[in-house]
T-cell receptor, first 114, second 116 residues
Framework: AQSVTQPDIHITVSEGASLELRCNYSYGATPYLFWYVQSPGQGLQLLLKYFSGDTLVQGIKGFEAEFKRSQSSFNLRKPSVHWSDAAEYFCAVGGGGSQGNLIFGKGTKLSVKP | KAGVTQTPRYLIKTRGQQVTLSCSPISGHRSVSWYQQTPGQGLQFLFEYFSETQRNKGNFPGRFSGRQFSNSRSEMNVSTLELGDSALYLC???????????????FGPGTRLTVT
């Protein structure tokens, strides 16, 4: 079955510290992978995507993610977290071929300590 | 370029009523997908429309339906509302994958539906 697992429900980091959010996926075809961020009461904003090619992808707001096929992972990283990064982060897979739908993980809520 | 817009942003309805939500995609995007977001179930896919045709459907009862117009705007309808339909309904638009490689979806702010 196709699925996305985000093992961490809630993470708290200090401002200026590095961040890594984990994402593992199960997908039968070529995975198209995405990270989205959602602030309270808002929709989802696309941070970055992986379709093919270089396995390290850069996104907006200083985020990057690395695709590791052998581990079925697509972890999101940021070297130095800002207080404005506090939000919920969703990993998603799918959207390829004729499948116009994404399968989302349950999300990881990020809190940032001053 | 304007983003995805959804109307209304907030809605309160009573059990048994029906509701229609509207979504205007980014200009040039012809694929529109709908998702339901709840604290318990997370983000779940409802359906996807492309060129006025429903191409893909999630596992929701027939009370949930949608349509797309020739200008790519989309509506979704929920009939006979239940308390469990209270959720944030998100619309996303994208170009066709033949243009980008995959459905790169851009989301609207959502419609918060409360059923009492």
């Amino acid at each position: 079955a196709q699925s996305v697992t985000q093992p961490d429900i809630h993470i708290t980091v200090s401002e200026g510290a590095s961040l890594e959010l984990r994402c593992n996926y199960s997908y039968g075809a070529t995975p198209y992978l995405f990270w989205y961020v959602q602030s309270p009461g808002q929709g989802l904003q696309l941070l970055l995507k992986y379709f093919s090619g270089d396995t390290l992808v850069q996104g907006i707001k200083g985020f990057e993610a690395e695709f590791k096929r052998s581990q079925s992972s697509f972890n999101l990283r940021k070297p130095s977290v800002h207080w404005s990064d506090a939000a919920e982060y969703f990993c998603a897979v799918g959207g390829g071929g004729s499948q116009g739908n994404l399968i989302f993980g349950k999300g990881t809520k990020l809190s940032v300590k001053p | 370029k304007a983003g995805v817009t959804q109307t209304p942003r907030y809605l309160i309805k009573t059990r048994g009523q029906q509701v229609t939500l509207s979504c205007s995609p980014i200009s040039g995007h012809r694929s529109v997908s709908w998702y339901q977001q709840t604290p318990g179930q997370g983000l779940q896919f409802l359906f996807e429309y492309f060129s006025e045709t429903q191409r893909n459907k999630g596992n929701f009862p027939g009370r949930f339906s949608g349509r797309q117009f020739s200008n790519s705007r989309s509506e979704m309808n929920v009939s006979t509302l239940e308390l469990g339909d209270s959720a944030l309904y998100l619309c996303a638009s994208s170009l066709h994958p033949s243009e980008t490689g995959a459905y790169e979806q851009y989301f609207g702010p959502g419609t918060r539906l409360t059923v009492t």
